[in-house]
């Protein structure tokens, strides 16, 4: 059904890394959820005030919220689809995870305002509130349209890897838990006289709810814009491609940095021979880039690294190397091994990869293998350099 709509109403629906096409679905998805939620709290907000129930009124305010949520998606799939300017060089597609945390907040504040008014009414002892059955069907209709609208946000959702619209998607399962309670707290009240306080109390304990799920969106919804470990499996793919080209040596220091979900910028050293001819590695390191970068939808820049593969005492010393910083922490690597000789000493350079989990810190780490390495020979003077492994 999902795949029937984007078929209906978005051209090249399938080309989500297309700024355009992602922003379609935005608002393919704001306007499904405008046109429900407007139908769900005019009707919710009619009951509500015939039968005096708090808890339905909050329903009602709480699809308001939703359909301003809805207002809020659409602005910035909007925002986010326009190109690079002077002051955004990067684009703007960050601005889809700004609108899923401004959303974050809206189910937040809901939730208090739920809480608020629930305790208010425990305190107060007001009357339970009377039901007929035209608030079953309505509060009934409104879980199985939320139910379908969650489903539609989260197809929408995965289908271009959205974080607000995921963002809506729990939203709106959070509004089917809610309905659900004020459901069933409105069958048990028209059946069971003296229970004035189910009402508030179960409406406050979907508050409760409701804020945790609130701030928990508002975490997953930051972790973008402060900056995510890149998917793993991305990485290993591109770092399994590049390897696969004849004449590279090794790669270290890849570093990815994403701007949106179509601006995804990566860097990495290439390790090649130092004695090839310079224009062929130059060439072979040109060709990666442009495959690499075809096939992935990234932008990739590649450093090329010269290796002394001439030097028989390189590959016995970097063992050496490797055991004494696996000896300090398993997940230490080392990389761009190279060795400078003189007439009174022997410079031994190369770089340690630092996983953030490394509790030690990065002075003492240094001192601790400069101190092994130059045990190794009297005329060694280690020079260490640390680096931070981001793809953890």
């Known amino acids: 059904m999902i795949n029937l709509l984007r078929k209906l ?3 090249n629906y399938q080309q989500i890394n297309n700024p355009k096409v992602r922003e379609k679905h935005g608002i393919l998805a704001s306007v499904g959820g405008i046109i429900i939620n407007l139908i769900l ?12 129930s708090m808890s339905i009124i909050s329903d009602a305010i709480n699809n308001l919220t939703d359909l301003f949520s809805c207002f809020v998606n659409l602005f910035g799939f909007k925002i986010a689809s326009k190109p690079a300017d002077e002051k955004h060089p990067y684009g703007h597609e960050r601005v889809e995870y700004i609108t899923g945390m401004i959303i974050s907040f809206i189910i937040i504040a809901v939730a208090i305002v739920l809480g608020y008014s629930s305790v208010m009414k425990l305190i107060n002892h007001e009357d339970a509130p009377t039901y007929d059955i035209y608030a079953f069907i309505i509060l009934a209709g409104a879980i199985v349209f939320k139910i379908l609208l969650g489903l539609f ?3 929408l959702g995965k ?7 995921k963002a809506s998607m729990k939203d709106s399962f959070n509004d089917v838990i809610c309905t659900s309670g ?18 508030p109390s179960i409406s406050l304990c979907i508050a409760l709810f409701i804020l945790y799920s609130g701030i928990k969106s508002t975490i997953e919804t930051a972790s973008p814009l402060i900056g995510l470990t890149p998917d793993s499996q ?8 590049i390897v696969s080209y004849e004449g590279v040596l090794g790669i270290h220091d890849l570093i990815c940095h994403s701007y949106g979900h179509t601006k995804i910028f990566v860097s990495v050293h290439v390790e090649v021979d130092g004695y090839e001819n310079m224009m062929v590695a130059h060439d072979l390191i040109d060709n990666i880039e442009s495959d690499i970068s075809k096939k992935y939808g990234i932008s990739l820049t590649i450093h090329m690294d010269p290796v002394d593969t001439k030097n028989v005492l390189l ?3 970097k063992t050496k190397i490797s055991q004494i910083v696996h000896q300090i922490d398993k997940t230490l690597t080392i990389h761009d091994l190279r060795v400078v000789s003189g007439p009174t000493h022997t410079n031994v350079l190369f770089d340690v990869l630092v996983s953030p989990n490394l509790k030690i810190s990065d002075d003492k780490l240094i001192q601790n293998i400069k101190t092994q390495v130059e045990n190794l020979n009297s005329t060694y003077n280690a020079v260490i350099k640390i680096d931070r492994n981001y793809n953890n």
């Open 182 to 199: 004020v459901l069933i707290a409105a069958i048990i009240t028209r059946f069971v006289s003296g229970l004035w306080w189910l009402d």
């Open 153 to 155: 946000y989260y197809g």
């Open 9 to 11: 109403f978005i051209k």
């Open 315 to 317: 590959p016995e010393l």
């Open 234 to 241: 991305f990485v290993q793919n591109i770092v399994k491609d």
């Open 41 to 52: 709290f005019g009707f919710k907000i009619t009951i509500g005030i015939i039968s005096l």
């Open 159 to 165: 289908a271009i890897n959205s974080e607000s619209l």
